[in-house]
């Protein structure tokens, strides 16, 4: 077992379940998206971290959580013109305000859901991509969560997570890790001392 969990454990078996999930206050989105703010706290910078998510021509792309629009403007314009962008959150009030936000910006084509990401309104094998910026660990079943994934999920899709360690704890987050492992091919992982990235490929 690494420092981080990122590897698979046969030698403690991960517990069936796991819940607990903390949401940020909608309130509190405008002040930990300011760009300043986080380049002085040496947080994520958008446009360099979705670097990783793929743009093909023709993809759907949605983004679990997007909450106050942090990394969707940035994904929007990183899709381009030719792909599909969804935005889902559970906050009706979060959405219509990221649409008023978005309407002028170019980039992909959006739409906009208010919706449950342990139950994701989408029919199976349906997009391409699946980006959870930092929303995962605020839902209140992340098991329940990474199955809609896989079941969203086109095969060869992708699926795009960015996790905050404060928040997601070893506990919380290493039958998180195992689920994914079991369900996905691991393409890539990277850690720092507050995040953790990943991303798996559906088979």
Same mark, same amino acid.
Request: aromatic share 6%.
């Given at each position: 077992?690494?420092?981080?969990?990122?590897?698979?454990?046969?030698?403690?078996?991960?517990?069936?379940?796991?819940?607990? *999930? &903390?949401?940020? +206050?909608?309130?509190?989105? !405008?002040?930990? /998206?300011?760009?300043?703010? @986080?380049?002085? %706290? *040496? &947080?994520?910078? +958008?446009?360099?971290?979705? !670097?990783?998510? /793929?743009?093909?021509?023709? @993809?759907?792309? %949605?983004?679990?959580?997007?909450?106050?629009?942090?990394?969707?403007?940035?994904?929007?314009?990183?899709?381009?013109?030719?792909?599909?962008?969804?935005?889902?959150?559970?906050?009706?009030?979060?959405?219509?305000?990221?649409?008023?936000?978005?309407?002028?910006?170019?980039?992909?084509?959006?739409?906009?859901?208010?919706?449950?990401?342990?139950?994701?309104?989408?029919?199976?094998?349906?997009?391409?991509?699946?980006?959870?910026?930092?929303?995962?660990?605020?839902?209140?079943?992340?098991?329940?969560?990474?199955?809609?994934?896989?079941?969203?999920?086109?095969?060869?899709?992708?699926?795009?997570?960015?996790?905050?360690?404060?928040?997601?704890?070893?506990?919380?987050?290493?039958?998180?890790?195992?689920?994914?492992?079991?369900?996905?091919?691991?393409?890539?992982?990277?850690?720092?001392?507050?995040?953790?990235?990943?991303?798996?490929?559906?088979?």
């Amino acid at each position: 077992m690494t420092d981080l969990d990122l590897k698979t454990s046969t030698t403690h078996p991960a517990p069936p379940d796991v819940r607990g *999930g &903390w949401r940020t +206050p909608d309130r509190l989105y !405008r002040l930990i /998206s300011s760009p300043v703010l @986080r380049m002085i %706290l *040496g &947080w994520d910078l +958008p446009r360099h971290d979705l !670097r990783v998510v /793929s743009r093909h021509p023709g @993809r759907i792309c %949605l983004e679990v959580g997007s909450g106050g629009g942090f990394y969707t403007t940035a994904l929007k314009a990183h899709l381009g013109s030719e792909n599909d962008l969804i935005a889902l959150d559970p906050s009706p009030s979060a959405m219509r305000s990221l649409q008023h936000q978005l309407n002028d910006k170019p980039g992909a084509r959006m739409s906009y859901v208010a919706g449950d990401g342990c139950k994701l309104p989408l029919a199976d094998n349906h997009a391409d991509t699946l980006f959870y910026g930092y929303s995962l660990e605020e839902m209140p079943d992340p098991l329940a969560a990474i199955r809609e994934a896989h079941r969203v999920l086109r095969p060869g899709g992708e699926l795009v997570l960015f996790l905050w360690r404060p928040v997601f704890t070893r506990h919380r987050r290493r039958p998180v890790i195992a689920l994914l492992d079991e369900l996905f091919e691991r393409r890539r992982a990277a850690a720092g001392p507050q995040n953790i990235r990943l991303v798996y490929r559906k088979q």
